[in-house]
């Protein structure tokens, strides 16, 4: 055990030395104020913003440094010019919020202006007020759990007989996430002539089948994990329905993230955000990262995603790599000498993603595609870091939209059935 942890304490050097001083702290994300931040939409004669406040501007509003507790404020601000009085349902962002008077009690044994008394009018007027009449504009704030990374801000409105839902993906302030909503999201990555709008079932199906098999090396000169999965949807759909399930963004790699995960190697802790590895497809690396962290550093579920010029009717298509990490070992082929060592089946990941989407509410079709090229568990293939995986050697295909979708809502292409969602046993003919 001594050993390891010198060969790994040896990696950290020569990391650092890889990377270099320039890495020692993540771009600058700059200060806009969180009212500039806030990201608004519009249903019918209801309109709101919400922002979600960094532990700084958190304190600034509040007086105490809210952060502390694991609380987070959350701006909102409502825009009723409909008939009927709309009532915010704080459970909505987050079940466990904290009332106004719960916030201020965890500081009441602080000496802040006004004593505790002071404290706890603060915290009463800043909270969003109900209900939002006609013609009016409220705002105010709703104390949530602490997050890090991103948060869905998730806007439940009633009224009477009616009731609107506002779902927003946010990146949090103070974490520099490996990607930016801007820059992924809203960037223009192909010319318009070079997006191809997919509305019938089988030439989808066909370009789906004609991708690559695999992500690639930065020269493309090897081949790395199976490209077995495919999202459509955006940023208030199937991105908000991964977040809703507990999947978390992941940090730059820069060298406080570096030390960090080399750390939580060493000691089993958990890093709900930490960086991957990058592979490559149209020439770039991954648009952005996700995963499904357990407790410990050494497990986890995740995704790399890259934006296609595809789109299916109308939404965007992300093509990506799932598989699960089951261990952390040294290797001699990522600039950190420690890589992740992943779960050989593959595919087990691949149905996991799915089954946790169809909790989303927002999972609205699945399906399978060929594409990626069976590797049998007697004679796997191998990524880039010598890691064997065996697959059916299907993509799995999910469509997301924003409204609802019941467990017995979800259909289903009539293409192929991958044998992890029939009865035939692996590798059977079909």
Request: charged letters at 20%; glycine letters at 8%.
């Amino acid at each position: 055990m001594d050993r390891i942890v010198n060969r790994l304490l040896g990696a950290v050097v020569i990391a650092f030395a890889l990377y270099g001083c320039g890495a020692t702290t993540p771009p600058n994300a700059g200060g806009i104020g969180f009212e500039g931040r806030a990201v608004t939409r519009s249903d019918g004669r209801i309109r709101v913003s919400a922002s979600v406040l960094s532990a700084e501007e958190s304190a600034a509003v509040y007086g105490v440094p809210l952060a502390d507790k694991g609380i987070q404020p959350v701006w909102i601000e409502v825009q009723n010019n409909d008939r009927g009085s709309y009532f915010l349902m704080s459970p909505g962002l987050d079940p466990s919020f904290f009332p106004a008077s719960e916030a201020a009690e965890a500081f009441g044994d602080r000496s802040v202006p006004g004593g505790k008394a002071g404290l706890d009018q603060r915290f009463r007027v800043l909270a969003f007020r109900n209900p939002v009449r006609p013609g009016q504009t409220v705002s105010g704030y709703v104390l949530t759990n602490l997050s890090e990374g991103a948060k869905l801000v998730q806007l439940d409105l009633v009224a009477s007989k009616q009731a609107r839902t506002f779902s927003f993906l946010m990146i949090v302030p103070g974490f520099h996430a490996d990607y930016h909503v801007s820059a992924v999201f809203r960037r223009d990555i192909y010319p318009p002539e070079k997006i191809m709008n997919y509305t019938d079932d089988d030439a989808f199906r066909t370009a789906l089948e004609a991708l690559p098999c695999c992500a690639t090396n930065e020269d493309g000169s090897k081949k790395a994990d199976p490209l077995n999965l495919v999202i459509v949807g955006g940023l208030d759909d199937a991105f908000a329905a991964l977040v809703r399930r507990g999947w978390s963004p992941t940090e730059q790699k820069w060298s406080g993230a570096i030390m960090k995960t080399i750390s939580s190697a060493l000691s089993g802790e958990r890093y709900i955000n930490a960086p991957v590895s990058d592979l490559y497809l149209f020439g770039r690396a991954q648009d952005l990262a996700l995963q499904k962290a357990r407790d410990t550093i050494h497990q986890r579920n995740h995704l790399r995603l890259w934006l296609s010029p595809m789109r299916y009717h109308g939404k965007p298509v992300w093509v990506g790599q799932i598989s699960r990490d089951i261990g952390v070992r040294l290797t001699f082929h990522s600039p950190t000498f420690t890589t992740h060592k992943i779960d050989p089946d593959v595919d087990e990941a691949r149905t996991a993603l799915t089954e946790d989407m169809a909790y989303s509410q927002n999972l609205q079709k699945i399906g399978f595609v060929k594409g990626v090229g069976a590797a049998s568990q007697s004679e796997p293939a191998e990524n880039l870091t010598t890691d064997p995986y065996f697959t059916d050697g299907y993509r799995q295909v999910l469509v997301f939209d924003l409204q609802p979708t019941s467990l017995s809502g979800i259909a289903f292409f009539p293409w192929e059935a991958a044998a992890t969602f029939d009865s035939r046993p692996r590798g059977a003919k079909r």
